[in-house]
């Protein structure tokens, strides 16, 4: 388990905040991927002091149950959006849905020297290498990690990747490789589910020939969904895709 304290915090478009965390625990982070899941703990409103389970990784969710619940924090899953082994410093780039979960609206207002907890989780983008392309896909919630697995991709690259974002204000310019073409989908209808476009877009996309790796997440039912098409009507093998359920509409995370 690995204390932090918010260094900064600054919007990095109009849906998202980056909050940059640091600290000498963070010596102890070991960086495993481009989309390297991280736990956060937070304070909840009131309690005056962040108190985390300290136990080993196996066993960390029964403890984190047992805590009473004027000290259980809160905890969330979020993506390492960039790790400087030299600064100490993690950044994590929170959505500011409109929900409000606890850890959005956390986000939202943190200021320098909030406390955080944070428990390094394992990746899942693992490309096979003799794809001969890729097929990134994700809603807001999944920019993060796709964007740091397109920048930080190799050079020679193929991709087509299809971001959903709520609005027009949340597309960003991307440094990718040459091969790599960035498609933003941002919502024209404010009530509709995060995800719907982009399952329905790649759905009708015409796509490159060759075999594909694809790599999918957001709200549940686009992984599911698409991957559900993807084996069904364009014949990807069910090991050349990574879907990941990152959250679900309507169901908050467990308190
Ligand atoms: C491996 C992994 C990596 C993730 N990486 C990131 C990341 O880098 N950045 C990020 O923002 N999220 C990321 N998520 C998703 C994040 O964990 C969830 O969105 C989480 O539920 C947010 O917590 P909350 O406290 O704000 O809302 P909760 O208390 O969990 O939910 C409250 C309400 O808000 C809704 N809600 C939750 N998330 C969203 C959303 N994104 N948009 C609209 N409504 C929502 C819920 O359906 C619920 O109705 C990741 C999830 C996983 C599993």
Same mark, same amino acid.
């Given at each position: 388990?690995?204390?932090?304290?918010?260094?900064?915090?600054? *919007?990095?478009?109009?849906?998202?905040?980056? /909050?940059?965390?640091?600290?000498?625990?963070?010596? *102890?982070?070991?960086?495993?991927?481009?989309?390297?899941?991280?736990?956060?703990?937070?304070?909840?409103?009131?309690? $005056?002091?962040?108190?985390?389970?300290?136990?080993?990784? +196996?066993? @960390?969710?029964?403890?984190?149950?047992?805590?009473? &619940? +004027?000290?259980?924090?809160?905890?969330?899953?979020?993506?390492?959006?960039? !790790?400087?082994?030299?600064?100490?410093?993690?950044?994590?780039? !929170?959505?500011?849905? +409109?929900?409000?979960?606890?850890?959005?609206?956390?986000?939202?207002?943190?200021?320098?020297?909030? &406390? /955080?907890?944070?428990?390094? $989780?394992?990746?899942?983008?693992?490309?096979?290498?003799?794809?001969? @392309?890729?097929?990134?896909?994700?809603?807001?919630?999944?920019?993060?990690?796709?964007?740091?697995?397109?920048?930080?991709?190799? *050079?020679?690259?193929?991709?087509?990747?299809?971001?959903?974002?709520?609005?027009?204000? +949340?597309?960003?310019?991307?440094?990718?490789?040459?091969?790599?073409?960035?498609?933003?989908?941002?919502? $024209?209808?404010?009530?509709?589910?995060?995800?719907?476009?982009?399952? $329905?877009?790649?759905?009708?996309?015409?796509?490159?020939?060759?075999?594909?790796?694809?790599?999918?997440?957001?709200?549940?039912?686009?992984?599911?969904?698409?991957?559900?098409?993807?084996?069904?009507?364009?014949?990807?093998?069910?090991?050349?895709?990574?879907?990941?359920?990152? @959250?679900?509409?309507?169901?908050?995370?467990?308190?």
């Amino acid at each position: 388990m690995i204390r932090a304290r918010v260094v900064r915090a600054e *919007r990095t478009t109009d849906h998202f905040v980056t /909050v940059t965390v640091g600290g000498p625990d963070l010596a *102890r982070f070991e960086f495993l991927g481009l989309d390297q899941c991280v736990r956060v703990f937070l304070r909840r409103p009131g309690q $005056e002091r962040l108190t985390l389970p300290d136990s080993d990784p +196996d066993s @960390w969710y029964p403890e984190y149950r047992e805590m009473a &619940e +004027d000290v259980r924090p809160y905890v969330r899953n979020y993506t390492m959006r960039r !790790f400087d082994p030299e600064a100490l410093e993690l950044d994590i780039e !929170f959505v500011a849905h +409109d929900d409000g979960g606890p850890a959005s609206s956390w986000a939202v207002s943190a200021s320098e020297g909030d &406390e /955080v907890g944070l428990y390094p $989780e394992g990746i899942y983008y693992l490309p096979s290498t003799d794809a001969d @392309w890729h097929l990134l896909v994700g809603d807001e919630s999944a920019v993060p990690a796709l964007l740091s697995i397109v920048e930080q991709a190799p *050079r020679d690259l193929r991709a087509q990747v299809y971001l959903e974002v709520p609005s027009p204000r +949340d597309v960003r310019p991307v440094q990718a490789p040459p091969g790599v073409e960035v498609h933003w989908l941002p919502r $024209e209808d404010a009530h509709a589910t995060p995800g719907r476009l982009a399952l $329905e877009t790649v759905r009708s996309a015409t796509l490159p020939e060759g075999r594909p790796y694809c790599w999918v997440a957001g709200e549940n039912a686009l992984p599911t969904g698409l991957r559900r098409t993807l084996v069904k009507e364009r014949s990807v093998p069910k090991d050349d895709i990574t879907f990941v359920g990152y @959250w679900r509409a309507g169901v908050g995370g467990i308190d």
